[in-house]
């Protein structure tokens, strides 16, 4: 796939009384997708907010208008505002580990959104986590959009990659971020309706996360 994201090597002319947009290169990319660190946000060329997250008004600016989607720093947002269509919250992206992530409320969970899962192998950064037989046909009518992630404590340690539901025991297959820790023990997914203009599936992965216990 055509790399279509580009960084301008000057800062991009903000709109007015907004400060000056100071772009930095995103933690990774994804098959040409950017995606996001720690303490970093997107930012549109000549837009008033900045994005936590792969929202839908993200996602329509990079099929429309990639080179105008930036990443910087959430230090240097200046005054722009939070977009309202993003999934989670900031602290979701900069939380310190003593912070648990929160997620808003909303008709896209379901009483059963959250599915269990156990730690079947781990090897080169990549960690498999595979869900028992009786959510295989969940799982596979479940998409993984851009820059699904694996949050532990708030922190963003990895990304979901895709879902394997053709397997007896399904599996969810996570890249660590080289900076993480690998954390043993119980997981769990939680799935949401998917983004409008990827609606191909009833449901998609909202994120990984370590299951509660006790």
Known sequence: MILKYLKSGQPARAAGGLGELKAVDPAARREGLPLLG???VYVMKYGT???????EIVADKWDHAPRTLLVTLFADVGARTLCQECD???RAVTATPA???????GPTREPDAVIP???VGVAHGIL????GPEYQERLKETAVEPATPLLVGGRRDGMVVRVEAGRDEPLLVVQLDPRATYRSGPYQVRLRRPLLRSATKAYAVECVEPAPQG
């Open 99 to 105: 912070q648990e992530p929160q997620f808003p409320p």
């Open 88 to 90: 989670r919250p900031l």
């Open 117 to 119: 899962l156990s730690v």
């Open 49 to 55: 907010e900045y994005h936590t997250s792969w929202c």
């Open 128 to 131: 498999f986590l595979a869900a």
């Open 38 to 40: 720690d303490d970093q």
